[in-house]
């Protein structure tokens, strides 16, 4: 039995012998062709044409297959080169969004008296229990333990620990930070302490007070941290209690802490007094 393989390779030494014979023939006669010669024409052409039509597919399946090759490698270097254009631009708006926040950082600087250091967020505590934050700033940069942190929305926090090149921040919406605040409107004071969620609680404002929900809570400047006049939030909730003497508030803080990027850590005497509303 003989293999289609055999048999495919044999019909090609025929066709290619053949082919030669024709030439042959046709080489060493310059004169009319002969009845043989037409013979093996007749003979051999429908083999040619078989031979010539698989010649050229195997040409063109070639031929293909390197324009597919050369294709892949060109779309490749184009996905490389479109990457390379993209990172580029994201960085570009990365720039110009930071750029406005720094512009933003830097209008309120002239609002605050004495020396500041700006400093950028580089890391937070993924513990659900304390809310604080790593900044890129520390001792060799002015930066001191308990010094407030802030920026143009508002209360950030205070500094509880600091090394060389960086620094911890508690931030106000922490169950340990504590601000003495007041109420911009009615004057009514109070301590505002981190509360369950990112909100604050607005304690120790007596029931006599009337506050309203919108009412701002600025810093009152009593508590030796905070500068007066500094913007903590603005009330959410009041429940007035049946009994006691203190009536409960809830503080939406200005600042959104989910998107602190860049913060003020500020070096102030704390009789120095901000503008109200500031």
């Known amino acids: 039995m003989f293999s289609k393989r055999m048999i495919l390779l044999a019909v090609v030494t025929l066709i290619v012998a053949a082919n030669i014979i024709l030439l ?3 080489g060493k006669q310059k004169q009319a062709s002969t009845g043989l010669s037409r013979g093996v024409l007749i003979l051999v052409y429908p083999f040619q044409q078989q031979l010539t039509e698989m010649v050229q597919s195997i040409k063109d399946v070639w031929n293909q297959y390197f324009f597919l090759v050369y294709t892949e490698h060109e779309n490749r270097r184009l996905k490389v080169e479109l990457g390379k254009r993209f ?3 994201n960085n570009c708006v990365e720039l110009e969004l930071e750029n406005g926040r720094l512009r933003h950082l830097l209008g309120f600087e002239n609002v605050l008296p004495g020396p500041m250091v700006a400093a950028r967020v580089i890391g937070r505590d993924p513990s659900s229990w304390s809310k604080t934050v790593i900044v890129d700033k520390g001792t060799h940069d002015g930066v001191r333990q308990a010094a407030p942190v ?3 929305e508002g209360v950030v926090g205070v500094v509880v620990d600091v090394s060389t090149r960086n620094a911890k921040v508690l931030l106000l919406i922490d169950p340990n930070s504590a601000v003495d605040a007041i109420v911009q409107q009615t004057r009514a004071r109070g301590i505002v302490k981190g509360g369950e969620s990112d909100f604050c609680i607005f304690e120790y404002v007596l ?3 009337e506050l309203s929900v919108g009412d701002t809570v600025v810093s009152s400047g009593l508590d030796s941290v905070f500068p007066k006049g500094l913007r903590i ?3 959410s909730e009041i429940v007035r209690l049946n009994a006691g003497i203190f009536q ?7 600042v959104d802490f989910e998107i602190l ?4 850590i500020l070096s102030i005497p704390v009789t120095e007094e901000l503008s109200e509303g500031s």
């Open 24 to 26: 042959t023939v046709s």
């Open 87 to 89: 990172e580029r631009l």
């Open 150 to 152: 802030v920026i143009p």
């Open 207 to 209: 029931r006599k007070h």
């Open 233 to 235: 939030g603005r009330v």
């Open 248 to 254: 409960k508030v809830s503080v939406t803080p200005t």
């Open 261 to 264: 990027e860049e913060v003020f």
